[in-house]
């Protein structure tokens, strides 16, 4: 399958993707990054690797989510995606663009969820002194974070954690985890274009 991945900055979990989907073996491709921030690093990042990378931003759309987001659903069909993997997209989506893509849309997010959904996880899970965090793969679904769970790892916290130590142990594991997420999904599915 052809794979696009959203994101909104860094674009370290996108950078996995597409060094992941180069390797022969793996069962999809990454070949479009769309970020609606035009400053994201991660553009130039997947340009680097040889990926079509655009910025879609939401300003000239106003208060118009869903407008934002046809714009971005009419390239994902011209560019015959399958899969969208949103990668640190810092967007709530609207029922729309969810339901177009029911099924292939995956989120990564840095909680063992139904734990901890929303944004600044590591710094609340070191708050309640938790023994256990980690990340999990997605479906994404109309509810923020809640959508069937394809995949999770498991890090410890440790005695001495900060928030920067944390989150740098558990982006360690999202590296991992989401391309093996997206492998597994793409063994599983072959789907017609959405509109098809
Ligand atoms: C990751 O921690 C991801 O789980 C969360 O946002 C962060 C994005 O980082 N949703 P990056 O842009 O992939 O480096």
């Known amino acids: 399958p052809r794979v696009a991945v959203l994101i909104s900055g860094r674009g370290s979990n996108m950078e996995a ?18 970020s609606n921030n035009e400053n994201a690093a991660g553009l130039e990042i997947a340009r680097g690797l040889g990926v079509e990378a655009l910025a879609i931003p939401a300003r000239p759309f106003g208060r118009d989510r869903e407008a934002h987001e046809r714009a971005i659903d009419a390239v994902l069909v011209a560019r015959k995606i399958e899969i969208v993997c949103l990668a640190g997209y810092m967007r709530l989506l609207t029922p729309y663009l969810v339901n177009r893509w029911a099924g292939r849309m995956l989120n990564i997010h840095p ?7 929303g944004v600044d996880t590591h710094a609340r899970v070191l708050a309640a002194g938790e023994a256990a965090h980690g990340c999990t793969v997605h479906l994404v679904t109309e509810e923020m ?3 069937p769970v394809l995949a999770q790892a498991r890090v410890e916290v440790l005695p001495g954690d900060s928030e920067e130590t944390l989150a740098a142990r558990v982006l360690a594991q999202e590296h991992r985890l989401y391309p093996a997420a997206l492998a597994a999904l793409a063994r599983k599915i072959r789907l017609p274009e959405p509109g098809a």
């Open 17 to 34: 993707l597409i060094k992941a989907a180069q390797a022969e073996a793996f069962p999809a491709r990454v070949v479009l990054v769309i």
């Open 111 to 117: 909680s063992l969820l139904p734990a901890y959904p």
């Open 145 to 147: 974070d809640a959508g």
